[in-house]
């Protein structure tokens, strides 16, 4: 059970991806990762490797960005549809249609960013 300090921590790093902070949401996530016990260590470093994944692509890492983003999307399978207060199933729809996307040699461009939605908004 994460401490009331480690889901203040969890959901800045849900609000500096929102607002395309990529890297500061990895930064984020990784302390809360370190002392993380499994199965929850397993879903944050699959949302660090897609929050890693935007950041490459906001430096113009298409190949770095699509193997995050397939690493990230291995790692967030096993998950439900909604877990930790996030919509994960929208979140994994996102990136699948980047990666799918990046593989076919689109770019869906920077307007189409994904956002972490609340569980309930799915």
Do not use: C
Not at 58 to 79: C, D, H, I, Y
Not at 102 to 117: F, H, M, Q, S, T
């Amino acid at each position: 059970m994460p401490t009331t300090d480690q889901r203040e921590q969890f959901h800045q790093g849900i609000e500096q991806f929102n607002a395309g902070h990529f890297f500061d949401a990895h930064e984020t996530w990784e302390a809360i990762w370190l002392v993380s016990p499994e199965p929850e260590k397993t879903f944050l470093q699959g949302i660090i490797q897609i929050a890693a994944a935007f950041h490459h692509y906001s430096r113009g890492n298409t190949p770095g960005t699509r193997s995050l983003l397939e690493a990230g999307l291995r790692r967030l399978a096993r998950f439900p549809a909604a877990h930790r207060e996030i919509a994960l199933g929208s979140l994994r729809a996102e990136a699948h249609g980047w990666a799918a996307a990046l593989a076919e040699g689109r770019d869906p461009g920077p307007a189409r960013l994904p956002k972490i939605l609340r569980a309930e908004n799915e």
